[in-house]
């Protein structure tokens, strides 16, 4: 039998399409089990950008290393289409990570950054590393139940609209059990360089949740806020981790709040 294809990063582009406007590439906090969501937390970014969205297959289980290059690859070919005047890096949760990665090895590709609910602070939350070593031992039939479980620490459940919930409860049990064994190696892992993304002079905007149940998401901000030179923070009050997918929540609306558009 011939070994299965494995699958590798792409973009998608979930709104309609403009390459007269700055090209947005989005690192989404899930893998391609959440796709439907990508859908959601990128609506109404089609008024201003022309959206690109960081997918990552089940079945690839690469290296931080490798899914930076590959997202540095991926816009350098869009930029070869379609050469840009402005270009935004967001990075949403475990994508936050991901965008921060891509800084330390190519930030001069970037002209404005956004940082959601950063996961990088994982690996100073002692009960986070703790669950995520023992997680390999989890139980398949366990695994699927605390999937159920774990959405109230995903999202303020009450400020989300039922067909977000239903894409969220879909996206946290449909991801395999390796897969989510080897995202939370990588964020048990995860380590930036402070000194080099600390001489980034691009504007950067954190946002942050002031309600998330499992992550210091506001606190992660200020945190980040004294490595960026050139930043800009939002605090949301009353959100939770997945504050994307909430109703009174849309990331164009923030951006044009933070004047952090192009006129």
Request: net charge negative; hydrophobic share 40%.
């Amino acid at each position: 039998m011939a070994p299965k294809t494995q699958s590798h990063p792409y973009f998608i582009t979930t709104q309609s399409s403009n390459p007269n406007y700055p090209l947005f590439v989005f690192l989404p906090g899930m893998d391609e089990t959440g796709k439907e969501l990508i859908y959601i937390q990128t609506a109404g970014l089609e008024a201003a950008f022309d959206v690109r969205c960081f997918v990552i297959p089940p079945d690839d289980l690469t290296s931080w290393d490798e899914m930076t290059e590959k997202v540095i690859n991926l816009t350098k070919i869009e930029l070869e289409k379609t050469p840009r005047r402005y270009v935004y890096l967001c990075g949403e949760s475990f994508g936050g990570c991901l965008a921060l990665k891509v800084l330390e090895k190519f930030p001069q590709l970037f002209t404005k950054i956004i940082l959601i609910n950063s996961a990088s602070s994982f690996h100073r939350v002692p009960w986070l590393n703790l669950g995520s070593l023992l997680f390999p031992y989890t139980p398949q039939l366990f695994y699927k139940i605390s999937s159920f479980l774990s959405l109230p620490f995903l999202a303020n459940l009450s400020r989300i609209p039922p067909t977000a919930s239903l894409a969220l409860s879909k996206s946290t049990s449909s991801a395999p059990q390796e897969t989510a064994n080897q995202r939370l190696s990588l964020m048990r892992d995860f380590d930036i360089d402070e000194n080099k993304l600390s001489q980034i002079t691009q504007p950067v905007l954190l946002i942050g949740s002031r309600n998330d149940r499992l992550l210091p998401s506001e606190a992660e901000a200020q945190y980040l806020s004294n490595i960026f030179p050139n930043h800009q923070i939002i605090a949301l009050p009353h959100s939770g981790h997945a504050c994307l997918v909430e109703r009174d929540v849309n990331l164009y609306q923030l951006l044009l709040s933070a004047n952090f558009t192009v006129a």
